[in-house]
């Protein structure tokens, strides 16, 4: 199995653990778990979910990965580069709603240059196919750049897209935020505002 391969895998597993685990109980001296109906499973799993999503900040002061992108040109671009501005990254797919959603509010924030956006497409295949789906939706300040092997995903142990991390001018996390985002509302410029 190559190394892409093996990637793709571990992340498929990450993404589809929780309901491969739903029926499971692993305290021995308790009886075993009742049956679930489907419709209980789901809501378990959903409850898993959401109790994922939302600010992180377990990983505060790590330090920037030195890891390298591509756009679909074959451009590269070094994260250790962007060091000396706050940064803000986001792990996203052309498949995910709620990634595709924040895009826009994204775009507004790379266009106000508060903070440097930096959006990291996590989907394999066609690397000509994100950047066709980015400039048809007018996002002229976001570029493809592209992580096919999923390597910032792993790094960050990230199980469920969008996931956005923060970085300060040195190049320290600041915080990580799981899931669905609004990153012009209030609430996303307190949030960045640590990053100063």
Same mark, same amino acid.
């Given at each position: ?30 009886? $075993?778990? !009742?049956?679930?109906?489907?419709? +209980? %499973?789901?809501?378990? &799993?959903?409850?898993? /979910?959401? #109790? ?49 959603? $924040?895009? !826009?509010?994204?775009?507004?924030? +790379? %266009?106000?240059?508060? &903070?440097?956006?930096? /959006?990291? #497409? ?75």
């Amino acid at each position: 199995m190559s190394s892409r391969s093996l990637k793709l895998a571990v992340l498929g597993l990450c993404l589809v653990g929780p309901v491969l685990l739903v029926g499971c109980d692993r305290q021995s001296d308790k009886a $075993a778990q !009742p049956a679930q109906s489907p419709d +209980a %499973a789901a809501a378990s &799993v959903a409850a898993d /979910t959401a #109790s994922a999503m939302g600010i992180d900040r377990t990983h505060q002061g790590s330090a920037l990965p030195d890891l390298t992108f591509a756009d679909p040109s074959g451009k590269k671009l070094s994260l250790a580069s962007l060091k000396g501005k706050p940064l803000l990254i986001n792990l996203w797919a052309t498949w995910c709603a709620p990634c595709v959603k $924040a895009l !826009p509010t994204l775009e507004a924030l +790379a %266009a106000s240059g508060k &903070v440097r956006v930096l /959006t990291v #497409s996590q989907d394999s295949g066609e690397p000509a196919k994100v950047a066709e789906f980015m400039n048809g939706r007018g996002l002229a300040h976001l570029l493809p750049w592209l992580d096919p092997d999923n390597d910032l995903a792993f790094h960050y142990n990230a199980g469920i897209l969008p996931t956005t991390v923060l970085y300060d001018g040195a190049g320290r996390e600041v915080w990580r935020f799981v899931g669905e985002q609004d990153w012009n509302g209030a609430e996303s410029a307190q949030l960045l505002a640590e990053a100063r």
